[in-house]
């Protein structure tokens, strides 16, 4: 019956389009770089850490879309992982002296769960702070208290109370003529059509 | 002195000050660590060292108590380069704990924490006071007696204590915000806690976002309720005209 979509003043548009977070998919060459030098570092363990660091660089995918973020990696053992911004509760960027140099950065991202560890390590992204930032404004509790607070639940916005109200103020003129009717006839027996 | 740090702080590429989240323009306030937290950080140094010196001294009264065997000459090798390690790094980890001292900063927004430590591994937290549970002042003899404290901040969830040793209690803990060396705590609990009652509906079970997301429109659901009545009400009044 109602013609227009029916958008609330309290509802938000999606912030800012940011599309070239929407663009990263998977991770910068330089992670290939930054994976080198830390399988160097373990030593005799040298051949292992740099395959497992290769399978991962190469399967790691990034998907940024309105509602969250989904990883995933591994070729033998696949982990996706999925997170809503809204769960998002702290932002961690770390980086190293050698992360430093060659522009990247870790970007841990927790939610209320009770792991120590991140629920997901986003490696491999230079716009580190720009993907920070982006986050920072989806994260649980940053959105405008003032306008969230607009739309009530039950309060029916603006638009559509005129709406309302006359289609009750009809009811309510439908009622008194029945009323009308009753008092005028017998009631006897109604009989239902 | 504060020349070399900052040539050293360049050399190993240690960003500056954190900017402020976006969107807390005017309400941001920057904290460092007061200058007591520095001698703190110096004192935890030297017993440090004084530790490490015993050791040293320790071995090497074990080693000149070896008697002779053919491999003798790598025990002395090993000596040698453990006292000139020891040596070395006295002047690197004294540069490190000025840097770190140095390069700390805590931000208080109005919606968020940021805190910004580390010298070798730069670490910046960001947390929304929305997930904040509780804030806590911790303060033991030494902070006492330099009238310094800890701030803690909580968010949601687990988080195991002590796996990473007890000096990095941040990165053992990620849903703790340590604002370390403070020298008026209580005044940022206060403004903390005062931020965090301005945020209706803080903690978890409360909805994220504006109300009736999902849900029709609530306007759409009272002129439907509306019209259901005036259907009803007019097959009524039609019925009892036709009786």
Known sequence: MQEEPMFGEGREPPPSPARSIYAIERPDPKLWTYYVLRALLAGPGFPFLLAYLRFRYRSLRYRFDDEGISMSWGVLFRREIHLTYARIQDIHLTRNVVERQLGLARLEIQTASGSSTAEMTLEGILEVEVVRDFLYARMRGMQDPDSSGKSLPGAPPEASAGEAVRILREAAGEIRRIRELLEAGDTGSPKTS | ?243
Do not use: C
């Open chain 2, 1 to 243: 002195m504060s020349r070399v740090l900052h040539a050293v702080g360049r050399l190993l590429a240690v960003p500056g000050p954190p900017e402020p989240p976006p969107g807390s323009e005017g309400t941001a306030r920057v904290f460092r660590a007061a200058p007591p937290f520095y001698r703190l950080l110096l004192l935890r140094w030297g017993v440090r060292q004084i530790g490490g010196a015993v050791g040293l001294v320790a071995s090497l009264i074990a080693i000149g108590h070896v008697p002779d065997y053919p491999f003798r000459w790598l025990l002395d090798i090993a000596e040698t380069l453990g006292v000139m390690g020891f040596v070395a790094q006295v002047p690197f980890t004294l540069l490190l704990v000025s840097l770190d001292y140095r390069y700390r900063w805590y931000i208080v927004t109005d919606r968020s924490l940021r805190i910004r430590e580390g010298i070798l591994t730069v670490h910046e937290q960001t947390l929304g006071f929305a997930n904040v549970q509780n804030v806590s002042i911790r303060r033991g003899p030494l902070q006492q007696l330099l009238g310094i404290s800890d701030l803690e901040v909580r968010t949601a969830g687990g988080g195991t204590t002590g796996r990473h040793g007890k000096g990095d209690k941040l990165r053992s803990d990620p849903h703790l915000g340590l604002l370390r060396g403070l020298d008026d705590a209580e005044t940022i609990r206060e403004l903390i806690l005062e931020r965090l009652r301005r945020l209706k509906g803080s903690g978890l079970g409360d909805p994220d976002d504006a109300p009736s997301e999902d849900e029709a429109d609530p306007g759409d659901a009272w002129i439907a309720g509306a019209a259901e009545l005036l259907a009803a009400t007019r097959e009524l009044r039609r019925s009892l005209e036709g009786s």
